[in-house]
């Protein structure tokens, strides 16, 4: 009778030995699929108020470079920014080694199309910075050359922003992510095609606007915005609560120990 337990003790752990790597790297994976959608979320949080609220005064009114205290509203958003950019390339640094497995190409496209989209928002950051520099120390100058170089600040920036998270996003976030969270399954299909759509949309809107047959934040402008930002939103939220489907990890991390075997 002790044989017999001992064998199957034996057998049993042998048996339940090869799983347990997979199942620490499925936990590994999830867990990186809420470190991505922690740091997508974050994104937003960083994102929206420089551009609703502090950038706001500099760069809607003209008359903004030529005097006055310093504005701690731009201060702020650039640091706003800054947290932003660390936050884009956190994202998909988080979820690359996810997805190299299965696309070490188009993952390695997306990190690149993440770290553009930060490199037009760090533009856009030393233009609102020189704007604010500027108004303080200007003293003597004239003031009509003043107005033409704040107004010209202020178009680098309003066109990094135009590049940045309209063209590049909607490549990188949009169409490589949307496509490789469709063909892995790590996403719901319906989330998923967010993305798909997401991007093609925006990537539309932001030709419109390069081409003058749509004005930057007019209702049809919006439209083609809307899909993208949902995207995005459902998927921090989805992967931060839930994480990636249990079924498309195992299927990952399987396929990933084929080809390393062979």
């Not at 496509?179 to 299909?189: A, D, G």
């Not at 439209?223 to 939220?237: D, I, K, N, Q």
Request: aromatic share 10%.
């Amino acid at each position: 009778m002790n044989t017999i337990a001992s064998t199957y003790s034996y057998a049993a752990g042998a048996a339940a030995g090869p799983a347990d790597p997979t199942r620490a790297a499925e936990k590994d994976t999830q867990k990186l699929a809420r470190l991505t959608g922690l740091f997508f979320l974050l994104t937003y949080a960083t994102s929206i108020r420089p551009v609703l609220t502090l950038y706001v005064p500099a760069l809607s009114d003209p008359a903004f470079i030529l005097g006055g205290a310093r504005d701690l509203g731009l201060t702020w958003g650039a640091i706003l920014e800054i947290l932003l950019i660390l936050f884009n390339i956190a994202s998909a640094v988080a979820i690359y080694p996810v997805l190299k497995r299965r696309f070490p190409v188009l993952s390695l496209a997306f990190v690149s199309a993440r770290i553009m989209e930060s490199a037009f928002i760090a533009m856009g950051i030393v233009a609102v910075l020189a704007l604010g520099t500027l108004r303080q120390q200007a003293g003597d100058a004239d003031p009509a050359a003043l107005t033409v170089v704040g107004q010209a600040l202020v178009a680098i920036h309003d066109w990094t922003f135009k590049m940045g998270p309209g063209v590049v996003v909607g490549f990188g976030n949009g169409i490589i992510l949307g496509y490789m969270m469709w063909k892995t399954r790590l996403l719901p299909r319906f989330v998923s095609i967010l993305g798909l759509s997401g991007g093609p949309a925006l990537l539309a809107g932001s030709a419109g606007v390069m081409l003058g047959y749509l004005e930057f934040g007019s209702t049809i402008h919006g439209l083609t915005v809307a899909p993208e930002f949902l995207w995005e939103l459902t998927l921090g939220l989805w992967l931060l609560v839930r994480g990636f489907t249990p079924s498309a990890v195992t299927a990952l991390e399987r396929s990933s120990a084929a080809c390393t075997a062979q």
